[in-house]
């Protein structure tokens, strides 16, 4: 256990606007609820996980995925003894600054900020999401989080250079985040791969065989469901095998984290800001099953005329709105129309667009569109 590198919510560096405790809920809870209470939290449900078109309602979506990165972080965090709130907070927060359709729309993002020497980036876009775009409070701008799940939406999955990014002096960036924080990305990774693959199996992207001869472990996790689940369809021994295939990579990420906070000799969480790498990290077995996984991802899921036609086009109906509302200004909301006369029109578009959804980016599209033919 990680006792001693637990986060104490006591210890916490509080809000950007002091406010009084609450009776029964600490400060991480707050956080979390705050979190789930949002509308960008809500829009989650009509974002792109991996599979853009409403072909199934059984696939995943960027909400249901983040459900299911907060279960297996909370999960990991319990078996460390670490802090699950703050874990559960930053989870379930960690994917709101997605723009519409997934890596794609992102990309496609980035590139036409690129143009005027900006850029899109989501961990950023989710920061200003809850310092700003929330406006649910009288007496606060934003969600008024507390400080560590502000420093964890930055500093989870990747670090920034001071240099690059000074508007985000105050979190520290030469200093590693709490054991929490590191834990939510590789819970991610978890996620989605294994997500991925229950989700291209049932759409037809890849057969069952073809997943057993390349991905060693899912093989050996087959085989040992046709001996225990003895007259078990083929649907069901798949689920059994994929069931399988996440306990093993959630628990080699305990197993992995716990050695390394090990071999470290790490024994405060000043310890854990000061080491030099990142301490979340799972055993050897565990990132080369991992790394098996996603490349057969890449190669067999990703990349697919299936998939990748799809994400296209739909990314491309985001370049033409974007220029669209470069190019007609008074076409944008009220609200964004004031904003454009302090700031610069490029960085409203792009915070007007990567706050939609999928359905009503492309809704907005089909009409703004029609107009201009008309």
């Known amino acids: 256990m990680l006792h001693h590198l637990r986060f104490p919510t006591e210890q916490s560096q509080g809000r950007r606007y002091p406010e009084p405790s609450h009776p029964y809920r600490n400060d991480y809870q707050r956080d979390r609820d705050r979190i789930i209470h ?100 009288a007496a606060f701008p934003g969600l008024n989080l507390t400080f560590e799940v502000r420093e964890g939406i930055i500093k989870h999955s990747r670090d920034y250079d001071a240099a690059q990014f000074p508007e985000l002096a105050e979190y520290s960036l030469d200093r590693r985040p709490p054991l929490e924080a590191q834990l939510v990305d590789p819970a991610d990774e978890i996620a989605y791969d294994c997500a991925d693959l229950d989700d291209a199996v049932d759409a037809g992207i890849v057969p069952v065989d073809a997943v057993r001869e390349q991905v060693a472990l899912f093989d050996r996790l087959w085989e040992q469901a046709e001996r225990e689940c003895a007259g078990a369809t083929e649907h069901q021994k798949f689920n059994q095998a994929l069931r399988q295939m996440l306990d093993a990579l959630v628990s080699g990420l305990i197993d992995g984290t716990r050695a390394a906070a090990g071999n470290s000799k790490l024994r405060s969480v000043e310890d854990v800001r000061a080491c030099p790498r990142r301490v979340a990290i799972a055993t050897e077995e565990g990132r080369q099953a991992g790394r098996r996984l996603k490349e057969f991802l890449h190669d ?59 359905n009503y980016l492309l809704r907005l599209h089909g009409e703004e569109m029609e107009e201009l033919r008309d």
């Open 300 to 358: 067999q899921v990703y990349r697919s005329p299936a998939l990748t036609e799809e994400k296209e086009r739909c990314a491309e109906k985001l370049v033409e709105l974007f220029r669209f509302y470069l190019a007609n200004p008074e076409k944008l909301p009220p609200g964004y129309r004031e904003r454009a006369e302090q700031e610069p029109l490029h960085r409203v578009v792009c915070d007007y667009i990567a706050g939609m959804t999928d």
């Open 38 to 137: 949002s509308r960008a939290f809500r829009r989650l449900e009509n974002k792109t996980q991996v599979f853009t078109a409403p072909a199934s309602d059984h696939f995943r979506n960027r909400l249901t995925h983040t459900i299911e990165v907060a279960q297996i972080a909370r999960t990991v965090a319990v078996a460390l003894g670490l802090n699950e709130d703050l874990v559960e907070a930053l989870a379930l927060v960690h994917d709101v600054g997605h723009p519409p359709f997934g890596h794609s729309g992102e990309e496609k993002l980035h590139t036409e900020m690129a143009r005027f020497g900006d850029r899109f980036d989501h961990n950023l876009h989710a920061l200003r999401i809850v310092e700003s775009f929330e406006h649910r409070y």
